[in-house]
């Protein structure tokens, strides 16, 4: 009776779902904006996030159709290999990505931002060439393509009013993102390992100088940050849209820079961070219908995302604190 | 360390140079800048590998690759420009790198370090955040790092050159103490009157070799000064007799960043030295004068144009020249060539620069050239990259290329810094024909030598405001006094 | 005494001018990545099965092994070179467009709409006011980044990139909307489109004076492009914008101190940047095709990046990447049809070519500025040992 309730033409089980969609793009913005974390901290900007999740994407979704054949003698355990092995094949193809970049601006030490630009370009025409060989195309995937099984976060989802839409059906992975943020935030801030990366990304010298080893640091965090991405993009092409196909990526992986950037390079904030930016996705696909929203030509709502970024980012500059050495490349050799 | 050579590419950095160093000791490392001190030290820490030669630690021969290896066999760094992580606590900075296991629990290093410190007698809230400490307690932080890792051997590379005096004199009471419970302490410095001071034993470098090895009571300081440069040295060259004419510039209770409050008068045909330690406000002073840092309130006035709210340009053709602290930052775009350097500050002129914008190359290389030439700015050629240049040459340029213009005012910021002798003379008889020539100067330095032999006029920054005004034969203890803001209201300017 | 001519104040023996140097050795960084990338690429045929000579021949021979071979490379090309300079003009000034993308969309659809609706201007005039609204498409769309950057300091990396993101949006709605086609009405066009443009809006076909085909499309504009791209090197070598633009990228705050106005001069690149984005859609829009489908070609932005970082964003350095460029897009057609390997393996080899230029670039500035390092130290007299500290801290700070 209540669910029929109206704002507008628009109800709360659609706010809900809103919201549930929201908790998807939250996941992929997150993880990534996590990989970005790892990696800036440890002093190198990782703008090729976009290009590593593309690289997760395609191999993702291979490895979701080719993992789900039964495996030899019940050792399944009734687990869905299918999606699983493409969540990690995704995670691992990212990370071996993640290795150039890394190889470029830590041994190399070329600009990190151009490095980051050429790692989004090389990213598509990769994906493309991995298309050909695994679906036979250049630029989707075949259809059919089997995921985790969804779930329905146990009390939230019975919220009344429609409102618990927003809890129900969702992937595990969100689970699993969200829940993420206790091993970063201890590995980060009570591990050494955590203490020796932040200090690569604030003030190699001195960490240099204490004898840390900054370039193997960098590394790991790159690559991690490649991981991350990468199993952002399988989710994506697994969990999502089941399929994978070119340009899905739409831009996700800027917006979770962003997303970072407005959480001050904090997992915690991140995660709030990644949730409005992961609403702003939400609203041209569930709240065209809101009051307000009718008003705005379809084409223009789908920039809902973009301005959202665009204004976050003019207004935050200047009152967040960057790691203080990302972005320089650092000399004085790898001992 | 015996018969350590290093060179770098067209130089030898060190020549054969040997130094041995007692349990207990102080020993003074001396010369000027570029002689090769801190490239030894290097060595000995495991930042750069010697080319020839051998270094023994307690009668053993080692290879040291890296600091790891330095601290490994008792000997720790202090460098000159601190290598810490602003944002971790004193205690994390003081355990990075040997953290004593995966986990790290904040409240056992706060404990561990506030015993360290106890030990040797040292005040440090090891849970402050080091960006909020003063340069001081982040020395101290520095040389708990190396204690911390149990070294016997402490290098300190120009220690005193951002203390305070009285700072100072708290080093070296910790030194003193360090010294006394059997650790050795190497003291590179290029500050005579503090080496004499604090050192058991001094050996001197110049231009790569050792020159001498003495005690302070076997010595001067002007024959330490002799050893280092290999001539008899001025402290003071001639300054010429000028008729002290109006004030050019003028500031009023300016607010800018540190500064608050700030009055000051520079008249023409004098040499104003604004004295302080540095972190009192002299960049504020230097960039809000020259427009590069808004003024929030408070006027600046050049004969009687107001500067407040001109942007650079306008300041600079308002007839102000710059030669900045930071050459590289704010002085020469290093990876430009000369001629393009040259024409730097100056690409909005007609003379270089035509109507719709076209450069006039020929003109700006023709001005480079005689830039180079009358300024003796040594480099193969006007179109080699000013990063190929040396230090000297560096500032000559600048120099060069500022004085050009016949300017009202030069504001000049720690002019020699990093530069030896040689280059040290000539820029401050640049400064001083300046003076000859009827222009006002404005000579900000935290060297008290410099500020010495070149003011008509001493006046002390402190926090951001005048403290103090001196005649330029004032006792540098009251100069001193002035310089931590410990005057009062009669001395005041 | 001031010297006239160069000033040699040692008696060094007479040394190749620096720019020479500096020329030679991009030129043999860029020789030596292209033969890695095409190294790497062999064994990625290998893989096939295939010989490299087979597939780099047929790449070759498509491109230049006829006239109409090779004015198709010219007409890919010519987009090429626009968006490269584009990208180019920006990086000189330290700043990264990666929005020329969404800016030459925006730059079509303007170009688009005065094509359409100003169509009673007689002759020529109505293709150069195409042309020009063309360019004032891009250069209001560049503005935005620019002014937010400038004004909040807004990284534009992400800012251009959430542009590109818009454009799509806008293009999709002015072919839905004010631009909507009205000739066609009930057939089987699928496609959306707008009306054909007069055909006075079109560019004069080049290639039919050199036996090119008319549908190879070679017009006037690469000779266009051609002088646009000299007119850039003019500006950043011999104006005082390129100076400028210059000393801001190489080191702002000098720049700054010496009287430049940083955010002037960012705009004035984004402006000009923004100008040449918007020449990029011409080529289809009315040299090709004459009207504005929604299937345009994308991506021309993000190639004009690599086409920029191939030639080292020099004006010279571009016209050749983009040619290269040119041959290797067109030679995924041969090597498709010709051999077994698939015609994406020339993106890869487009990847690993990026890839490897960035790299060997990188690794060239720097022997190429240790060497010089060194001469210029041999010549100072040891007076200026200071040259020893500051050689530590140059490799410290060496980016």
């Not at chain 1, 080719?66 to 699983?84: A, E, Q, S």
């Not at chain 2, 570029?34 to 630690?57: F, N, W």
């Not at chain 3, 688009?112 to 009673?120: E, M, P, R, V, Y």
């Not at chain 3, 190489?250 to 955010?263: C, L, N």
Request: with cysteine.
């Amino acid at each position: 009776m209540l669910a029929a309730v109206d704002a507008g033409s628009l109800r709360f089980g659609d706010i809900g779902a809103a919201v549930g969609i929201a908790f998807t793009y939250f996941t992929i913005i997150y993880l990534t904006g996590l990989g970005g974390l790892f990696s800036e901290r440890s002093g190198i900007v990782n703008i090729g996030l976009e290009g590593m999740m593309i690289i997760g994407t395609v191999t993702g979704s291979w490895g979701a159709h080719h993992f789900t054949l039964p495996p030899p003698d019940g050792l399944g355990w009734g687990l869905p290999w299918g999606p699983i092995m493409g969540l990690l094949i995704g995670m691992l193809a990212g990370a071996i990505f993640a290795s150039i970049h890394a190889l470029v601006t830590v041994t190399f030490r070329v600009d990190q931002i151009v490095s980051g630009v050429v790692i989004n370009l090389v990213a598509i025409g990769i994906a493309r060439f991995l298309s050909t060989i695994f679906f036979g195309q250049a630029t989707q995937s075949d259809p059919g393509q089997p995921h985790l099984n969804p779930i329905n976060i146990p009390l939230l989802s019975r919220i009344p009013w429609g409102f618990g839409r927003a809890f129900q059906q969702l992937s595990p992975m969100v689970v699993v993102a969200a829940l993420l943020v206790v091993p970063v935030w201890y590995a980060l801030y009570r591990t050494r390992w955590g203490l020796r990366l932040r200090s690569c990304g604030e003030n190699p010298e001195a960490a240099r100088s204490l004898g840390v080893r900054v370039a193997p640091l960098r590394y790991e965090g790159v690559l991690l940050s490649g991981a991350l991405a990468g199993l952002a993009g399988a989710y994506l092409s697994v969990e999502v849209t089941n399929s994978w196909g070119e340009g899905q990526t739409q831009g996700l992986g800027f917006i979770a820079l962003a997303a970072l950037i407005l959480s001050n390079w904090d997992p915690i904030r991140l995660m709030l961070a990644a949730f409005i930016f992961g609403f702003a996705q939400a609203i041209p696909l569930r709240l065209m219908d809101a009051p307000g929203l009718r008003l705005i030509p379809d084409p223009f709502v789908r920039m809902t995302p973009y301005v959202v970024t665009i204004v976050v980012l003019a207004g935050f500059v200047g009152k967040v604190r960057p790691p203080a050495a990302a972005g320089r490349a650092y000399e004085g050799g790898t001992t | 360390m015996r018969g350590i050579t290093k060179r770098f590419p067209g130089v030898v950095a060190n020549d054969d140079v040997s130094l041995e160093l007692r349990a207990g000791e102080v020993h003074a490392l001396v010369g000027e800048n570029g002689a090769g001190k801190s490239t030894l030290m290097r060595i000995l820490y495991g930042m750069y590998p010697h080319d020839e030669g051998s270094v023994e630690v307690h009668g053993q021969a080692v290879r040291i690759h890296s600091p790891r290896d330095a601290i490994a066999l008792g000997i720790g760094m202090v460098h000159q420009h601190f290598v810490l992580v602003d944002p971790f606590t004193v205690a994390e900075n003081v355990i990075l790198g040997q953290e004593g296991g995966p986990i790290v629990r904040a409240d056992e290093a706060n404990r561990k370090v506030t015993e360290l410190a106890a030990a040797y007698g040292f005040q440090i809230d090891p849970a402050a955040a080091v960006e909020s400490l003063s340069v001081g307690e982040e020395q101290r932080v520095e040389i708990l790092k190396a204690l911390y890792r149990g070294v016997d051997i402490l290098i300190l590379d120009e220690p005193t050159a951002v203390l305070t005096p009285t700072e100072a004199e708290a080093l070296f009471e910790n030194l003193r103490r360090l010294r006394d419970s059997g650790k050795s302490i190497v003291f590179i410095s290029h500050k005579l009157d503090e080496v004499l001071e604090i050192a058991d034993r001094i050996t001197v470098l110049r231009r790569g070799k050792v020159v001498g090895e003495t005690t302070p009571s076997a010595t001067s300081k002007a024959q330490l000064a002799e050893m280092m440069v290999g001539r008899p040295v001025l402290f003071r060259l001639e300054k010429p007799a000028t008729r002290i004419g109006e004030p050019v510039l003028h500031l009023e209770g300016v607010h800018a960043g540190r500064l608050h409050g700030l009055d000051l008068e520079v008249r023409a045909g004098e040499i104003v030295g604004v004295a302080g330690v540095e972190g009192n406000g002299q960049r504020d002073l230097a960039d809000a004068i020259m427009g590069l840092r808004p003024v929030e309130s408070g006027r600046i006035l050049l004969d009687d144009r107001d500067l407040t709210s001109m942007d650079t340009a306008e300041i600079r053709r308002a007839g102000t020249a710059f030669v900045p602290e930071d050459r590289q930052e704010q002085g020469l775009v290093l990876d430009m060539s000369l001629w393009e350097n040259a024409l730097l500050g100056r690409q909005a002129e007609p003379e270089y620069a035509r109507r719709g914008g076209v450069l006039s190359i020929r003109k700006v290389k023709h001005l480079a050239e005689g830039l180079i030439t009358n300024y003796d700015v040594r480099a193969r050629n006007i179109d080699t990259t000013a990063r190929t240049l040396s230090g000297g040459n560096q500032q000559k340029l600048i120099l060069a290329r500022e004085l050009d213009g016949d300017p009202k005012l030069l504001l000049a910021a720690q002019p020699t810094r990093g530069l030896d002798v040689g280059a040290i003379e000539f820029v401050w008889r640049q400064i001083l024909d300046q003076k000859a020539a009827g222009r006002a100067v404005l000579l900000i330095s935290a060297e008290l030598d410099e500020i010495y032999a070149l003011s008509d006029r001493i006046v002390t920054l402190f926090e951001g405001r005048i403290t103090a005004e001196y005649p330029s034969d004032a006792p540098p203890e009251e100069v001193g006094r002035g310089m931590l803001g410990d005057v009062d209201e009669a001395e005041a300017g | 005494m001031a010297a006239t001519g160069v000033s040699m104040p040692t008696e060094a023996p007479r040394e190749r001018p620096e720019w020479v140097e500096n020329l030679a050795g991009q030129a043999l960084a860029l020789v030596v990545a292209l033969l890695i990338a095409l190294l790497l690429g062999s064994l990625i045929i290998f893989a096939y099965g295939e010989s490299p000579a087979t597939v780099y021949g047929a790449i070759f021979h498509f491109g230049f092994g006829s006239k109409d071979g090779f004015g198709y490379v010219l007409t890919e090309a010519t987009p090429l070179i626009f968006s490269a300079l584009a990208v180019a003009v920006c990086f000189k000034g330290g700043m990264f467009n990666i929005g020329v993308e969404g800016q030459y969309l925006v730059g079509m659809v303007t170009a688009s709409w005065a094509a359409l609706k100003l169509d009673f201007l007689p002759g020529p005039l109505l293709m150069w006011t195409a042309i020009l609204f063309g360019m004032l498409g891009g250069i209001a769309f560049a503005l935005v980044p620019a002014i937010l950057k400038v004004k909040t300091g807004a990284h534009e990396v992400v800012t251009t990139i959430m542009m590109n993101g818009i454009a799509v949006s806008l293009v999709a709605w002015a072919i839905n909307g004010p631009l909507k086609f009205t000739t066609q009405e009930g057939t089987h066009n699928v496609n959306l489109r707008t009306d054909p443009f007069m055909a006075n809006a079109r560019i004069p076909d080049l290639g039919h004076m050199f036996g090119i085909r008319s549908a190879v499309h070679l017009s006037w504009l690469f000779i266009g492009a051609l002088f646009v791209a000299a007119l850039i090197w003019f500006v950043l070598k011999r104006m005082r914008l390129g100076y400028e633009a210059r000393a801001v990228g190489a080191s702002a705050g000098s720049a700054r101190a010496g009287g430049i106005s940083i955010g002037n001069v960012q705009i004035q690149l984004f402006v000009l940047s923004g100008a040449l984005a918007g020449l990029v859609g011409m080529q289809q829009l009315l040299a090709d095709k004459n009207y504005l489908p929604i299937g345009y070609e994308a991506a021309l932005g993000f190639t004009g990046i690599a086409v920029a970082f191939l030639g080292q964003n020099s004006a010279p350095g571009i016209v050749f990447a983009a040619i290269l460029w040119g041959v290797l897009a067109r030679g995924e057609t041969a090597v498709q049809i010709q051999t077994d390997v698939p015609r994406e393996f020339v993106i890869i080899l487009q990847g690993i070519l990026i890839i490897s230029v960035v790299v060997t670039y990188q690794l060239a500035k720097r022997r190429l500025l240790a060497r010089q390092l060194q001469r210029a130290a041999s010549t100072e007299d040891f007076e200026d040992s200071a040259a020893t500290l500051d050689t530590e801290a140059m490799a410290k700070e060496d980016r």
